[in-house]
């Protein structure tokens, strides 16, 4: 028989020896767990992560892209609406600045500092536009900007300064006023550099056929002989103040055709300009200016006939030779 020994091993007589082999017990089979598998995506965010936020980034931009174009449609709309407004507020308004200034309009400015701060927004306000649109150095977008540019340094830095030198007028410029033209110029100076630099559609330089440039050509040439009138009308009415007196009657020049050459000369700048650009905003631009200046043309025509009675020559018109 067999006993127990050395614990839980038990001996096992061998029929032919007699001897006693010692067996251990079988070690049960270990339990195969299957295989972990590591989860990818620690290996991959570092890679998926610069994908993830440049659509993050992009999803902004659009979204960025989307509202400033709706403010930009929205201020187009507002630009081509204010044109009748205006032109039917002042056939019962004159703004009171100039010869037409009277009391009763609130403080007062100096008119050169007040020329400086309503017309500044169309300098600064298009400098730092011009880099965020995406035509920023298209030459046809640089050339645009850089007529609307010119004409608004010499009337918001030299005109001033030429008034403060050669205007002995104590009457001053109404604050409420140069706030009115300095949110128009916020307005229009948003308008024209956003459409000149960024949503315009210029055609590729092998494009430009002879239909653009001569358009180009002729636009360019309107505009500056337009701003050669405009900037020599002024010189002469700044002229006639200089020498003080009072109010004459300007002679030479456009003078004997029109009573505001500079009103239509500015105008003429404008047409050439949209004529240019041919974009929505700047025809806007050249509307709004008719609108504005017209109406004004006529109260000068008006006040210089009541002023200076027969001696004002009858066959003047106010603004447009043998037209108007």
């Not at 251990?24 to 936020?53: E, G, H, M």
């Not at 659509?55 to 449609?73: G, H, I, P, V, Y």
């Not at 974009?279 to 006939?305: D, E, G, I, K």
Request: aromatic letters at 12%.
């Amino acid at each position: 028989m067999s006993r127990m020994a050395n614990g839980n091993r038990l001996p096992i007589l061998n029929q032919s020896t007699k001897s006693v082999r010692r067996f251990s017990p079988i070690p049960p089979s270990p339990v195969l767990k299957p295989a972990s598998r590591a989860s990818p995506w620690p290996v991959c965010l570092p890679l998926l992560l610069p994908v993830v936020q440049g659509q993050e980034e992009a999803e902004k931009r659009m979204e960025s892209s989307l509202s400033d174009e709706t403010l930009f449609r929205r201020a187009l709309v507002i630009l081509y609406v204010m044109c009748p407004l205006t032109v039917l507020s002042l056939r019962f308004l004159v703004a009171p600045y100039g010869r037409h200034a009277r009391s009763g309009w609130g403080p007062a400015l100096p008119p050169a500092l007040a020329w400086v701060l309503m017309e500044s927004p169309t300098l600064w306000l298009t400098l730092l536009l011009l880099p965020r649109g995406r035509h920023r150095s298209h030459p046809f977008a640089l050339a645009i900007l850089a007529l609307y540019l010119l004409h608004y340094i010499h009337r918001t830095l030299i005109y001033p300064l030429r008034l403060s030198i050669n205007s002995r007028s104590k009457s001053g410029f109404p604050v409420v006023i140069a706030l009115s033209a300095f949110s128009f110029n916020l307005l229009n100076a948003y308008l024209q550099a956003r459409s000149a630099s960024h949503y315009a559609e210029y055609p590729a330089a092998a494009a430009f056929g002879l239909w653009v440039w001569l358009r180009v050509l002729v636009g360019m040439g309107i505009f500056f002989w337009g701003m050669s009138v405009n900037i020599r009308s002024d010189l002469a009415l700044l002229r006639l103040k200089a020498e003080g007196g009072g109010y004459k009657i300007p002679r030479g020049g456009w003078f004997e055709w029109v009573t505001c050459p500079n009103y239509m000369g500015e105008a003429a700048e404008w047409l050439g300009w949209a004529v240019v650009a041919c974009s929505p905003a700047a025809l806007a631009f050249f509307l709004y200016t008719c609108s504005n200046l017209v109406p004004r043309a006529r109260a000068h025509h008006q006040w210089y006939l009541e002023k200076f009675g027969e001696d004002y020559p009858r066959s003047r018109k106010a603004v447009v030779p043998l037209v108007y």
